[in-house]
T-cell receptor, first 115, second 112 residues
Framework: DSGVTQTPKHLITATGQRVTLRCSPR?????VYWYQQSLDQGLQFLIQ???????AKGNILERFSAQQFPDLHSELNLSSLELGDSALYFC??????????????FGPGTRLTVL | GQQLNQSPQSMFIQEGEDVSMNCTSS?????WLWYKQDPGEGPVLLIA?????ELTSNGRLTAQFGITRKDSFLNISASIPSDVGIYFC????????????FGTGTRLTVIP
């Protein structure tokens, strides 16, 4: 158990819908990172937040957005969902905000299936 | 999208053998990372490399940052069954919005 929690574990929805994935970092960690892992695209870095502010941005689509709240939990919002958005979405946390992330702890992931 | 070519795609080796995998790119990266992912879990960072030519070890793992800054390799010596998993390289560019890229992964199977 890494100490990073993600909910829900599985999510099944339809094309065109919007979903929100939630991540709680390890206690004391200020950075949250979001990753997408799919068969087509492999593992991709989406976005990083550090202490509530966006710190780095990867291949995140405009239909996707994220935020980090004052209690440091983060949400990844995916809208106008397409079949190709089906993937495993990982959240990770680390104590500092640097890139590379150094010691980074991954959550168990949310498996999103878009039908 | 993906900018890192990782090879081989998969490997089947006998326990005790050494393993070598590499990652190449047409772009220059400032940092190279190597991760391992076990089934059903997120990746775990194994080694981070920060400058060209750097050779870093972590137990039985050794990784090098290529002189051209366009490649990196990972060696695993005396493999054991728990080395099974998928190994990913990742490169970081300090400039531009898309600054962390992953390789396609090498699936390692160790036969006892």
């Amino acid at each position: 158990d890494s100490g990073v929690t993600q909910t829900p574990k599985h999510l099944i929805t339809a094309t065109g819908q919007r979903v929100t994935l939630r991540c709680s970092p390890r206690s004391g960690d200020l950075s949250v990172y979001w990753y997408q892992q799919s068969l087509d695209q492999g593992l991709q870095f989406l976005i990083q937040y550090y202490n509530g502010e966006e710190r780095a941005k990867g291949n995140i689509l405009e239909r996707f957005s994220a935020q980090q709240f004052p209690d440091l939990h983060s949400e990844l919002n995916l809208s106008s969902l397409e079949l190709g958005d089906s993937a495993l979405y990982f959240c990770a946390s680390s104590r500092t905000g640097g890139m590379p992330p150094g010691t980074q702890y991954f959550g168990p992931g949310t498996r999103l299936t878009v039908l | 999208g993906q900018q890192l070519n990782q090879s081989p795609q998969s490997m089947f080796i006998q326990e005790g053998e050494d393993v070598s995998m590499n990652c190449t790119s047409s772009s220059i990266f400032n940092t190279w990372l190597w991760y391992k992912q076990d089934p059903g879990e997120g990746p775990v960072l194994l080694i981070a490399l920060y400058k060209a030519g750097e050779l870093t070890s972590n137990g039985r793992l050794t990784a090098q940052f290529g002189i051209t800054r366009k490649d990196s390799f990972l060696n695993i010596s005396a493999s054991i069954p728990s080395d099974v998993g998928i190994y990913f390289c990742a490169g970081i560019k300090q400039t531009g919005a898309n600054n962390l890229f992953f390789g396609t992964g090498t699936r390692l199977t160790v036969i006892p």
